[in-house]
């Protein structure tokens, strides 16, 4: 599939900031609602400076794998808060671009407008490709929430500094919620609506699970 080149990998704090203020304003946020073909994508760390990217696409309505990409690469940029993607994209990129189809729908282990910039992984992936994408965090990055219900599908609003960014989504009963937020051409209702499909039987979407073992065993 064809990635557009948007700007040069950054090198510097500020390029990399002035990047993220540029593509901001080209984020959507409403977009389709059903997907065929769902990539799950994940990135695996090797010691400090070597990572492997991958991308799985699976078929949304039985979960087979359809294909599967990984690259090898080295860390792009230093640790940053608020521009880690900046260490990842461009091996994602590559992988993306190595996919003999086009997927409907990115499902990225980040973040997308729940991020300090409003401007995470999973939007800077949308933008760059034209796709809907959305993003799946482990653990709470910006905002506040109240604690979901207990039981699947329950939501809690993530709210930084006066918007809604996101949302906690308990994705099995009794267990810790994920931290979900729009990344491009998609609505906060099908980003929750996505990702509890996609998480059937774990807290994590089955993309990023099937993403995540791929780059950690590339073969």
Same mark, same amino acid.
């Given at each position: 599939?064809?990635?557009?080149?948007?700007?040069?990998?950054?090198?510097? /704090?500020?390029?990399? @900031?002035?990047?993220? &203020?540029?593509?901001?304003?080209?984020?959507?946020? /409403?977009?389709? *609602?059903?997907?065929?073909?769902?990539?799950?994508?994940?990135?695996?760390?090797?010691?400090?400076?070597?990572? /492997?990217?991958?991308?799985? *696409?699976?078929?949304?309505?039985?979960?087979?794998?359809?294909?599967?990409?990984?690259?090898?690469?080295?860390?792009?940029?230093?640790?940053?808060?608020?521009?880690?993607?900046?260490?990842?994209?461009?091996?994602?990129?590559?992988?993306?671009?190595?996919?003999? *189809?086009?997927?409907?729908?990115?499902?990225?282990?980040?973040?997308?407008?729940?991020?300090?910039?409003?401007?995470?992984?999973?939007?800077?992936?949308?933008?760059?490709?034209?796709?809907?994408?959305?993003?799946?965090?482990?653990?709470?990055?910006?905002?506040?929430? @109240?604690?979901?219900?207990?039981?699947?599908?329950?939501?809690?609003?993530? *709210?930084?500094?006066?918007?809604?960014?996101?949302?906690?989504?308990? /994705?099995?009963?009794?267990?810790?919620?994920?931290?979900?937020?729009?990344?491009?051409?998609?609505?906060?209702?099908?980003?929750? &609506?996505?990702?509890?499909?996609?998480?059937?039987?774990?807290?994590?979407?089955?993309?990023?699970?099937?993403?995540?073992?791929?780059?950690?065993?590339?073969?």
């Amino acid at each position: 599939m064809q990635v557009k080149q948007l700007h040069p990998w950054p090198t510097t /704090t500020a390029e990399a @900031e002035a990047v993220q &203020d540029r593509l901001r304003g080209r984020v959507e946020l /409403t977009g389709p *609602v059903d997907f065929s073909l769902v990539a799950g994508l994940d990135v695996h760390y090797h010691g400090d400076d070597a990572l /492997t990217a991958a991308v799985v *696409v699976l078929d949304a309505g039985t979960m087979a794998t359809v294909e599967e990409v990984t690259v090898r690469g080295r860390v792009a940029f230093p640790y940053v808060p608020g521009l880690f993607a900046f260490r990842e994209l461009p091996a994602l990129v590559e992988a993306l671009e190595r996919l003999p *189809v086009t997927p409907d729908l990115l499902v990225c282990d980040g973040y997308g407008l729940a991020h300090p910039r409003g401007f995470g992984l999973a939007c800077h992936l949308g933008v760059l490709t034209g796709l809907p994408a959305l993003g799946v965090g482990k653990t709470p990055f910006v905002g506040t929430h @109240e604690p979901p219900g207990p039981e699947r599908g329950d939501w809690a609003p993530i *709210v930084h500094e006066g918007a809604v960014v996101g949302r906690a989504l308990r /994705t099995q009963r009794a267990i810790k919620p994920v931290y979900v937020s729009q990344g491009h051409r998609i609505s906060l209702d099908t980003v929750t &609506d996505q990702v509890l499909r996609l998480a059937p039987r774990y807290r994590l979407p089955d993309p990023i699970r099937r993403a995540d073992h791929l780059a950690r065993h590339p073969g």
